[in-house]
């Protein structure tokens, strides 16, 4: 037996689906509920009823005519539910489509794959610098960092890890310091910097950097000085179409204070080297000063002394080669 009250619900029902679904289907749809509404709209005003929802459960129907109505009505009912299945499988459909187009970086979605290809956001850049040299110089060295300054060593780390930290700039930095400054060995500076409290922002400026390199030279044995620099002469040399023995009475003060300053050129050859004297004939006393300010002499002095037999074997073999 069919009565009023389900006919009732299901135009309320139909009309309340309605406001859900977008324009395009509610054109359709619209048209449904309508025919629906002036159907029960005829039916009243034949009976003066009025079609507020409490006040239609209280309607007298006879059977007839509820039938007619009620089978309009489920086929305007069907035509809704189609609509709603469609608009479900076109909505399903273009967020497919957007999943394939999504920035996997920062979530943002693209209508082509053209337009994700061209968008740019900073942790995109990020993975896509990766594989530069300084990029790397600053992932290795916030690795190291982490395991000498973290409680939690075994907890794996990878380029994703350190893209999203706050130390990514600052490392990124220092990477490029790295570069640079032609650093020889990075870790150790890092262990240096870490052991002595040096803030991270600091670890760029020239003079941390100096003092690391008067404190590896102090701890250096002469064999590795001795010959770090002849390897250093050599490349020189070969750069310069020069001969590797004339190092000191040729290369270009500024150069050369660069590299003293640097640690390339270690005291016990500077102090050594008969040949050394031609370097600061052709220095400017701003540029000696420069040298002075940097290599502690009374100390070197008192190292040499101390250490006769070390002394010895550098002068002798500069004096080999005459250098
Ligand atoms: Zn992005």
């Known amino acids: ?55 239609i459960s209280k309607w007298h ?116 310091h790295v570069a640079n400054t032609n650093m020889v060995n990075p870790t150790q500076f890092i262990e240096y910097v870490i052991k002595n409290g040096i803030k991270l922002d600091n670890w760029c400026k020239d003079s941390v950097y100096e003092n690391y390199v008067r404190d590896v030279c102090k701890r250096e044995d002469v064999g590795s000085a001795l010959e770090r620099q002849v390897h250093l002469m050599e490349i020189w040399a070969e750069e310069n179409d020069e001969e590797w023995t004339d190092f000191f009475k040729v290369i270009q003060p500024n150069l050369a204070i660069k590299w003293i300053r640097t640690g390339r050129i270690s005291p016990w050859v500077l102090f050594n080297a008969t040949t050394a004297g031609y370097l600061f004939e052709r220095m400017s006393e701003e540029q000696v000063a420069l040298v002075d300010d940097f290599i502690e002499t009374p100390f070197w002095k008192l190292k040499m002394k101390r250490n006769e037999k070390d002394t010895k074997f550098v002068q002798e073999t500069l004096e080999r080669y005459g250098i």
Request: proline share 1%.
């Open 1 to 55: 037996m069919i009565n009023n009250k389900k006919i009732v619900g299901a135009i309320f029902d139909f009309a309340d689906r309605l406001t859900k679904l977008p324009l395009a289907y509610k054109v359709g749809s619209g048209y449904e509920t309508a025919r629906m509404m002036a159907i029960l709209e005829g039916f009243a005003n034949d009976r003066g009823l009025n079609i507020d929802k409490p006040e």
């Open 61 to 176: 129907l006879d059977d007839i005519e509820l039938r007619e109505q009620y089978l309009s009505l489920q086929e305007a009912y069907e035509n809704i539910q189609e609509a709603e299945e469609e608009y479900e499988l076109i909505k399903k459909l273009v967020q497919d489509h957007k999943m394939n187009y999504t920035c996997e970086f920062c979530k943002r979605e693209f209508s082509n794959e053209k337009r994700l290809i061209n968008h740019m956001c900073e942790q995109k850049r990020r993975w896509n610098n990766r594989d530069e040299h300084h990029v790397r110089l600053g992932f290795q060295s916030w690795l190291k960092w982490y395991e000498l300054s973290r409680t939690h060593k075994s907890q794996k780390r990878t380029y994703k890890d350190f893209m999203g930290t706050q130390f990514y700039t600052a490392f990124i930095k220092f990477g490029l």
